[in-house]
């Protein structure tokens, strides 16, 4: 399963962008998509989670600033950005984590996947 995540720049403080993430290839479902990101010099951290069941999942910092949405039908998920600040400066990384094909309709093995990763920049 391959990661194609796209929308990241410059952009000053205040500023919004969307980043989106497609996932393609061959796969039973999707359980969960995420999208995580890594400044530099620090530990990747889960941004936001998007689950097929389940509640959503936000960092602390950025809620209610950050928005995740999927497109089932697409198999695409997207971030949207808004009042962006310098310290949200990092990689953007999206997650797909779900199932292959098993025997006949069934499941199959677990799999998960990263992206290449987006660089987002925000200017003071």
Known sequence: VQLQASG????????????PCEASGSFHSISAMAWY???????RELVARY???GDMYYLETV???????????KSTVYLHMNSLKPEDTAVYYCNV???LH??????????NSWGQG???TVSS
């Open 37 to 43: 990101r890594q400044a530099r010099g620090k530990q």
């Open 118 to 120: 987006t660089l987002v």
């Open 8 to 19: 990241g720049g410059l952009v000053q403080a205040g500023g919004s962008l969307r980043l």
């Open 63 to 73: 809620q209610d600033r950050f928005t995740i949405t999927r497109d089932s039908a």
């Open 102 to 111: 098993g025997k006949g309709w069934s499941p199959g093995s677990r799999f």
């Open 97 to 99: 984590d779900g199932f």
């Open 51 to 53: 689950p097929t069941v």
